[in-house]
Each structure stands twice: as structure tokens, then as C-alpha cells.
């Protein structure tokens, strides 16, 4: 299984299918930023179908495999990234390790979670790129620990250029099993939204903030 588009196309049709995404820019989410936004993910629903989540977990067992060669171990990030990355990390017979959003306030007041101990070296699952601070205050903590960070697999990215200019700033090199424009073309070709709903959705992954203040209007 290479990184072809059709695989792009493949994973996008699927979290469209298990409303894993939902597109609603009439009646737009709030975010917990505050922000407006026409799309909500959660990709831990593809933690309850199957046959999806087996080839998720395998196309992206064989992208780690390509780009990024014999790995020492997976660190995923809580939450979104435990689960699948467990079963990533199963699937190449490595240790798995996890990443909280911040320390544990009792006990040890540890971040990551796992015996790390004999391993110099992580690759990163995570379930969403939004903008790249959750993922990268991950990757900052796995680094501080000592460890060296080999990339970081996300299943979705929006591909906000901010969060784009925030990995390349922390040089950590990433892949994405899909992306914003891949959904929006299947979504639009499945006929899940119609042309003027692709081109509101067009014109909020150009400006997300100005988007959300015209909702605000």
C-alpha cells in the first residue's frame, strides 16, 4: 500500500462515511477555542468499524515503513493517537509509549506514560493536525525526555499554513494519511455537499478566523 492519491481519496471517503468528519458551514461547530468552524473530526470513531480501522492501521504501518525505515518505538498522543497507535505499534512489534496534553497533577507528575527506558528514539502517531500545537507540545516533551523524535503520522490534516511553518520551525518532518482538499473533493463528488457549500468551505480553510467572525456577525 503506497501514498497514492487513491489511498488519500480512500481514507477521506471513509471518515466522511462514519461521520468521523462532519461538514455543517449553514450551522457551523464551535471549537474550543471559541472559534466557528464548518467541520468537526473525531477520528476516534474508526476505533469502531473494522474493516476500517485495519486498513487505516495498515496504510499507515506501510507509510512509517517507507518514508521513515526501522523505528525503536511509537509515542502517540492523548487521546486521539493512543488507541491507533497502540495498534500501530503492535503491528510493528515496538514498544509503545503515550504522550499527556500536560503532567499528571499526582503520582509521579509524569507526561508520557510507558517504560521508555533503552530506547533513544520515538515516531509520533497523532489523530488531527490543526495548528501543529498540540502535536508539537508533544513532541517537545518526548524530546526534553531525551528522546529523539524520527517524525510524526497524523491520519488528518485542515493543512493550516501556520501549523505547516510550525513543524517546519521545530524540524520535525510529518505525513498525513489525507488531507482538507482531498475530503472536500470526495465529499463534493459523493454529493455530501453541493458547489456552493464546497465554495464556503473553500473560503474557510483560506481564512478561518475571518470565517468565524462573519458567523459571529
Known sequence: ????????????EFLLRI??????PENPFTWASGRKSPI??????????PEIRTFVRQLATDQIDERFGRLEAIAGVATGGIALGALI??????PFIYVRSSAKA?????????DYSGISSVFVIED???????????????REAGL??????????YGFPDAVQRFKESECQYVTLTDYPTMLEEASKSGYINEVQKEDL????????AWSESRDK
Open 19 to 24: 461521520k468521523a468528519i462532519q461538514l455543517s
Open 89 to 94: 505499534a503492535q503491528e510493528l512489534g515496538l
Open 128 to 142: 488531527l493536525i490543526s495548528t501543529g500545537k498540540s502535536s508539537l507540545s508533544a513532541v517537545d516533551a518526548l
Open 1 to 12: 500500500m503506497s501514498n497514492s492519491g487513491e489511498n488519500k481519496r480512500k481514507v477521506a
Open 106 to 114: 499526582h503520582g509521579t507528575g509524569q507526561r508520557i506514560e510507558g
Open 40 to 49: 468537526y473530526c473525531d477520528n476516534r470513531r474508526i476505533l469502531s468499524h
Open 202 to 209: 473553500d473560503s474557510w480553510s483560506s481564512d478561518p478566523m
Open 148 to 157: 529523539e523524535v524520527k517524525g510524526l503520522l497524523a491520519f488528518f490534516t
